[in-house]
């Protein structure tokens, strides 16, 4: 697994990594509908924002519609992969984890199609 797909791993899971925060702050983010809440990015930031983020940084909130049911297929996915893979490295050590969880993630989206 490359070190941008690590990255986006992570930023997809977690928060959004802000690069340029001045950007960020002073930029609408664009925002798509999903199951009730807001999926929402912005020009500094790499991933999607967090609701503590869009709190910060969405000023305005652009809503484009709602996620395709394509992607909302694929996100579905990938969060059951994610579940999948967190349950298989649970009783490893703490600091231990991030590594093997990682590439179980790999491996099971290149199993379904998702992954390089």
């Not at 899971?13 to 929402?40: Q, R």
């Not at 590439?103 to 290149?110: F, G, I, N, P, Q």
């Amino acid at each position: 697994m490359g070190k941008f797909n690590i990255c986006l791993c992570i930023c997809i899971l977690v928060m959004a990594y802000i690069y340029d925060e001045y950007v960020a702050k002073n930029s609408p983010c664009t925002c798509y509908a999903y199951d009730g809440e807001f999926i929402c990015w912005s020009p500094g930031c790499i991933g999607t924002l967090s609701d503590r983020q869009e709190r910060l940084y969405c000023n305005p909130r652009v809503v484009r519609g709602e996620v395709p049911q394509t992607v909302k297929r694929r996100w579905r996915k990938f969060s059951s992969i994610a579940e999948y893979c967190s349950a298989l490295v649970e009783d490893y050590p703490e600091g231990e984890k991030l590594v093997p969880y990682l590439r179980c993630v790999s491996e099971e989206l290149k199993k379904h199609g998702m992954g390089e």
